[in-house]
């Protein structure tokens, strides 16, 4: 039989750490009501997590590819420079975006289930650690495009919060969101796979 390695682990792990996670969340959403500000809290911290993994990530690349990335519509070369500007960048953009979101859930009203909200970024921490150990596995086997590890969270975070947003306000109640949050992991785990590939 043959022996999948630490890397293969890695990833079956943070795939059904992932599913788990939006499990826990779906269950939460169930036996105890949530609104919509709570879940939209436990979602923009998900996304600051997935945010620090990707400085992380693009810190940690040791060979990657800078073909069609610009920086100030000019062309970069792939040095450690670049890796710390990309990351600096991305710090700044990512975290200016999420600091607006923030500024947005604070002035909300409803009730925030703190509880759960540890909860659900107690499990999404774990999936995007072992997310990010696969990552770095892969990123020393391959040379990757930095420009693409960069923008891939937006990708993944900006249907999300917009879906959240939108659902929530055309259609308040526990199924609506039970429906979304369903549909929200199919599509995380699709991009999930999309990532790993």
Known sequence: MNNPG?????????????????????????VEPWSLRT?????????VILGGFNVARILS???????????????????????RQVATFFSLHYGFFHFI?????VTQSGHV????VALGSLVFLVNHFFSFRYNRGQDRKKIPNIGRV??????????????????????????P????????????????VVEHR
Request: proline fraction near 6%; charged fraction near 10%.
């Open 6 to 30: 630490p890397v293969h682990f890695y990833k079956d792990v943070s795939f059904w750490v992932l599913l788990f996670s939006n499990g826990v969340t779906i269950v939460c959403a169930l």
């Open 39 to 47: 879940l939209m809290t436990v979602y923009w911290v998900q996304s």
């Open 61 to 83: 690349l040791q060979k990657f590819s800078t073909e069609g990335f610009t920086m100030n519509h000019q062309s970069v070369p792939p040095t450690a420079k670049t890796r």
């Open 101 to 105: 979101y923030g500024t947005f859930l």
């Open 113 to 116: 289930e703190i509880p759960y």
């Open 150 to 175: 960069m923008f891939f969270p937006y990708v993944r975070i900006l249907p999300m919060h917009l879906v959240i947003i939108v659902f929530g306000v055309i259609s308040p109640g526990t199924l």
């Open 177 to 192: 969101l039970v429906v979304f949050l369903i549909l929200k992991t199919l599509a995380d785990l699709a991009m999930h």
